[in-house]
């Protein structure tokens, strides 16, 4: 998996050039030579890239010069794209070792390391459109979808689960009868199974 940051494009030149600049530091410094001692490229020829491209953003704005310094630009993010590739392959997942090139980091997502909590303020509304109902909940943090029931009995059920499950806290019913009272609960889906359930909500389908 890739764990270092290389969308360079949209950054302005002088972070750019900066940035190149820190990553060379840190792998020329002794932790850094320790965990890679030889890169590809070799940091000899990334160092005359770079200063190439300081050179070239500190030249007058014409047309010969903008260009050039647009190729410089481009040779350096292209040698710091091949560069991260072989830190990535020379580290194998060390992420101590990754955070000692200079480069960011890619932000892990949060995963919940226990059961997901009921989703909680479970509102239900008509649409406007005969035989439907729409229900919302409280977002639930770490959920990645969520999983909604009707019945129109909530004592002694059957509880029918709509066809699909959405990672949208909003979720549509269809396919109601009309002047029936309906009984509506959701719950989470997550990486450790689903929640419990949310308190129930009532409706008249119109």
């Not at 481009?74 to 000692?100: F, N, R, W």
């Not at 035989?131 to 909604?148: F, N, P, Q, W």
């Not at 396919?175 to 509506?184: I, M, P, S």
């Amino acid at each position: 998996m890739n764990e270092l940051i290389i969308g360079f494009s949209q950054d302005a030149d002088t972070k750019v050039s900066a940035k190149a600049s820190l990553i060379h530091t840190s792998l020329t410094s002794p932790l850094g030579l320790s965990y890679f001692p030889t890169t590809k490229p070799p940091m000899a020829e990334f160092n005359t890239e770079i200063d190439a491209y300081q050179l070239a953003l500190t030249s007058e704005d014409t047309t010969a010069n903008v260009a050039l310094r647009k190729a410089k630009r481009d040779a350096v993010i292209l040698m710091l794209q091949k560069l991260a590739a072989d830190l990535e392959l020379t580290a194998d997942g060390d992420l101590v070792k990754l955070a000692a090139s200079g480069f960011d980091l890619k932000a892990k997502p949060v995963r919940s390391s226990g059961p997901l909590p009921a989703p909680q303020n479970l509102r239900v509304k008509t649409t406007g459109i005969t035989g439907e109902a729409l229900a919302k909940v409280a977002a639930v943090a770490h959920a990645s979808g969520y999983e909604a029931q009707y019945t129109l009995d909530p004592t002694s059920g059957p509880w029918t689960s709509i066809n699909s499950v959405t990672d949208s806290q909003k979720i549509l019913f269809t396919g109601l009868q009309r002047g029936k009272d309906y009984y509506f609960r959701v719950r989470a889906l997550g990486a450790n199974g689903p929640s419990g359930w949310s308190d129930v909500a009532t409706m008249m389908v119109v």
